[in-house]
Nanobody, 123 residues
């Protein structure tokens, strides 16, 4: 069982930055692929980025060049650094963990989910 707790959300002006953190319980954190998803009001949840145990990562086209995913296995934590934020980035951001080594962007690939943290970007 893996428990995930997100933090770092908040209100920021367009062009600003935020760093989200996701702390995971469990001794096998380093073997999991860790992802970030988001859900804006009235929209379906969508993939943001994922990072595998090896450190390789993929991200959605909408955030490439602005968001960076990273992980610290010693701290059982995954981060999402968000720069140049836009109002359309406003959403609840969810952390997710996958036992599939090659997990990518599909929700069903992820076994565990956090409760989410709100990010609001004002124009």
């Amino acid at each position: 069982q893996v428990q995930l707790v997100e933090s770092g959300g908040g209100l920021v002006q367009a062009g600003g930055s935020l760093r989200l953190s996701c702390a995971a319980s469990g001794r096998t954190f380093s073997s999991y692929a860790m992802g970030w998803f988001r859900q804006a009001p009235g929209k379906e949840r969508e993939f943001v980025a994922t990072i595998r145990w090896s450190g390789s990562s993929i991200s959605a086209d909408s955030v490439k060049g602005r968001f960076t995913i990273s992980r610290d296995n010693a701290k059982n934590t995954v981060y999402l650094q968000m720069n140049s934020l836009k109002p359309e980035d406003t959403a609840v951001y969810y952390c997710a963990a996958s036992s599939r080594p090659r997990a990518r962007s599909l929700e069903y690939e992820y076994d565990y989910w956090g409760q989410g943290t709100q990010v609001t970007v004002s124009s």
